[in-house]
């Protein structure tokens, strides 16, 4: 990275570090995993960011998710400056927490209740502890490579940074938490049947990605979901799909729509919050029944439904509602990019696979297909390096880490997607002509 063009987000870095460990408040966002010096950014609007020194960069990470419209979208801007006006906070029942929730519940199929928290994290920590109260059962399994947030019974196997970074199973979780945690590959069914019998009455939940996103973007194989369902059916298992990232983004009714699968709980994030910290547990009401205060299963938080996070979903979402087209069109918008980033991969002859739904977009330099945590760390990590780094010199923002999907925003317009795929034309024969390293 030329010193000069980054050189206000070096000097704030330095800064930073002083204070902050890693200098940044999430670790993917230090671009470890690409090297150079994290970009701080000043502003962005629609899907445009602008950076400290006044670079300008096309937006494919939107907040890893949150900005579906596009950054500073105005109705949201607006509804949550005259929330600001009428307190931040008043850590007691307000009527945009029933409009919020009544909305995501119209929007989703077979959820009947649902409880504001502050982040995805929370929001699948609390419907795992909700999955073992109802059940009784101590055991969960998850999926080698997803990433259901930093909770401690998820950082075994995870993806996200933990797998970026590395370190998948993390130190600091105790042997005691770890054995309650088992694991499979995605889009392995009988796997999931074999631990279920070897545990026989134990599990409590079986929590995953519908759309693997966190090791790039995998799709469920065909009948993976129907399976994992019928199974859970079978076992009294809940099954609980983490939508954090899929939820709204993939259809308005998220993954249980588009695959046709219903869960027993769903977690939400990202969007419901249009960039203000949101996260949410969904389920069937027999199971919410277990929550406090109606029931004994323990989960709160002084945040929990805040105005400003609710009026800025509820805005968001009620958009998304009443407009489907916006899907169509963010369908189109993704699938033009798709295809013109096949052609200039095509072109420089390079080993390269894509997986998309809708528009979360996962890019593999490896021969595909690319169906779980194994075939995705078959990715040429330093190819994808050096390609990250031609993007953004190019003035394109892609997620500084070959484990995570690109997010297209409805913001993006056709001249952004040409730039997008002519940045990707150059950058590769930069590549190919071993002057860009
Ligand atoms: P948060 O606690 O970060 O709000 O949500 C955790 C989470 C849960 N479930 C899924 C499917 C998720 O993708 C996430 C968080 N996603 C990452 C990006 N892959 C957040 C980025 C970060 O960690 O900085």
């Known amino acids: 990275m030329s010193s000069n063009r980054y050189s206000g987000s070096a000097h704030l870095y330095d800064r930073a570090r002083k204070f902050i460990p890693g200098g940044v408040n999430s670790p993917v966002r230090a671009f470890k995993a690409v090297g150079g010096t994290p970009v701080f950014f000043m502003s962005a609007t629609g899907s445009i960011l602008k950076d400290v020194d006044g670079n300008q960069y096309i937006d494919y990470v939107g907040s890893w998710g949150p900005m579906l419209l596009g950054h500073a979208w ?12 009428k307190s931040t906070s008043f850590g007691a029942p307000t009527p945009i927490e029933i409009e919020l929730a009544e909305l995501i519940l119209q929007m989703v199929p077979g959820m009947d209740r649902i409880r ?7 929001a699948c920590m609390s419907a795992v502890r909700v999955a073992r109260g109802y059940t009784g059962r101590n055991k969960i399994i998850k999926f080698e490579g997803c990433y259901h947030g930093h909770g401690d019974s998820f950082l075994i196997k995870a993806g996200s940074g933990a797998l970026t970074f590395g370190t998948p199973s993390s130190p600091g979780v105790t042997p005691g938490t770890a054995q309650d945690t088992l694991t499979a590959s995605f889009n392995d069914l009988p796997e999931v049947e074999k631990l279920c019998a070897e545990n026989k009455g134990e599990i409590a939940a079986i929590i995953l990605e519908p759309v693997a996103g966190n090791m790039g973007c995998i799709p469920p194989a065909d009948g993976f979901l129907q399976g994992l369902r019928d199974l859970c059916t079978r076992e009294g298992i809940v099954l609980i799909f983490d939508e954090v990232m899929t939820g709204f983004r993939v259809a308005p009714g998220g993954a249980q729509q588009v695959y046709g699968v219903q869960a027993d709980m769903v977690t939400y994030g990202k969007i419901i919050g249009a960039g203000l910290p949101v996260g949410a547990y969904a389920g069937r ?28 979903g509820y805005t968001l979402l009620n958009e998304l509602h009443t407009n489907r087209a916006i899907y169509d069109e ?5 699938a033009y990019l798709a295809a013109g980033l096949s052609r200039v991969f095509d072109k420089a002859g390079i080993a390269y696979t894509m997986n998309r739904v809708g528009s979360m977009l996962g890019i593999f330099f490896c021969e595909g297909p690319v169906t779980d945590f194994n075939s995705a760390t078959r990715t040429d990590a330093e190819r994808f390096r050096v390609f990250f780094h031609g993007m953004l010199k190019r003035g394109v923002y892609l997620p500084p880490s070959a484990y995570e999907a690109l997010f297209l925003s409805h913001s993006l317009t056709s001249e952004h997607l040409d730039q997008t795929i002519q940045a990707a034309d150059e950058t590769l024969a930069d590549i190919l002509a071993g002057e860009e390293s």
Do not use: C, F, W
Not at 74 to 85: E, G, N, R, T, W
Not at 285 to 308: C, F, H, K, W
């Open 330 to 334: 963010l369908e189109q918008k993704s």
């Open 285 to 312: 009401e027999e199971i919410m029944r277990v929550v406090s205060p109606d029931g004994p299963v323990y989960q709160a938080g002084t945040l929990s439904g805040n105005p400003l996070a609710m009026h800025a």
């Open 74 to 85: 105005a109705p949201v801007v607006d509804a949550v400056s005259k929330a600001a006006l």
């Open 116 to 122: 504001m928290v502050n982040s995805g994290t929370e």
